[in-house]
């Protein structure tokens, strides 16, 4: 009788470190699960209405031509300090055009209350939208700006989507630290269990503000890289998705959470606009004593009305 080797099948090319942006689809894709979450839901007409604003964000991307990158010895400096190449401190000026477009876009078909934010946003001045930017980015929020941030959110997403896509995958390396974007430096919004030809049943962070994806060990705390007090919660809604696509993953260590969302239970599945459609998870466990790691930055400052 003859030995046969175990044939493990391993995926026959490596899985890749770092997705960068598909941006032809991207915010096209997400803008169909935004609309198809909101059938039903209790947040019914704020998630349609995020439809649209993603909608808006394709538009614009479509004709944002390409942006400057940092010079090959800013790239060659961030890699050998191992930071990430984008700097969110060094705007391209083209944002402030791609969120005008955007309110121009969204103030035809917005609710009264987005619509005040849209007017606002239209009538600023380039400084005001610039000090908006940087109270997004720094996360210290005023009361009193709310209402305009998820717009001035969805502008940066546009710039600094494009801005990953044309980095060149294969210079970039993941950072030290688990939940941080290798492309641009910000928090993750959530994880993504992925299909597909050697990537399948890996999770990869997405990045709250370049939409950039990472391959991170599934089972580890994305903020403190423990694999020992892991666990995952679902939380059973009127969410509209197939059971078991998204659950928190809370870590014992250091009482932070994370969400994960799944494409083997649902294909479609989006980590911005499922986060959205799943708010009662993020009671549940906030109620249980843990804190968000990464923002959503749609939510922050979000119309509610
Ligand atoms: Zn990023
Ligand atoms: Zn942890």
Redesign the pocket.
């Known amino acids: 009788m003859q030995t046969q080797t175990i044939d493990f099948h391993p995926p026959a090319e490596e899985a890749a470190p770092i997705l960068l942006p598909v941006t032809a689809t991207l915010f096209a894709d997400r803008a169909d699960r935004f609309a198809s979450l909101a059938t039903g839901h209790s947040l019914g007409d704020w998630l349609e209405f995020l439809g649209q604003l993603s909608r808006a964000q394709h538009q614009a991307l479509k004709t944002l031509p390409a942006l400057p990158l940092p010079d090959a010895a800013t790239l060659e400096q961030a890699r050998t300090h191992g930071m990430p190449p ?1 700097n969110i401190a060094h705007r391209p000026a083209a944002w402030r055009n791609v969120l005008r477009q955007i309110a121009h876009e969204l103030g035809k078909t917005a609710p009264d209350g987005a619509r005040q934010a849209l007017d606002a946003l239209l009538a600023a001045d380039d400084a005001w939208l610039d000090r908006l930017a940087d109270t997004l980015l720094s996360g210290e929020i005023e009361a009193g700006d709310a209402a305009e941030l998820p717009f001035i959110a969805a502008a940066l997403q546009v710039v ?1 989507t494009k801005l ?1 896509s044309q980095l060149d995958a294969s210079q970039l390396q993941k950072l030290d630290a688990h939940g941080i ?1 290798p ?4 928090p993750a919004v959530a994880s993504v269990v992925r299909l597909g030809a050697a990537i399948n049943n890996l999770r990869y962070l997405h ?1 709250s ?4 994806e990472w391959n991170v060990p599934r089972a580890t705390c994305t903020a403190c890289d423990t694999d020992k007090e892991v666990a995952l919660h679902e939380v059973d809604g009127s969410s509209g998705q197939k059971s078991g696509a998204v659950r928190a993953e809370t870590c014992d260590a250091c009482k932070s959470y994370l969400k994960i969302v799944y494409q083997e239970k649902d294909p479609r599945v989006d980590p911005v606009a499922d986060d959205l459609a799943t708010l009662a998870l993020d009671m549940l466990v906030d109620e249980a004593g843990y804190e968000r790691s990464g923002p959503n930055l749609l939510l922050i400052g979000a119309y509610s009305g």
């Open positions: 984008l600094f990953a974007c492309c641009c430096g910000s990045c503000l370049c939409n950039s």
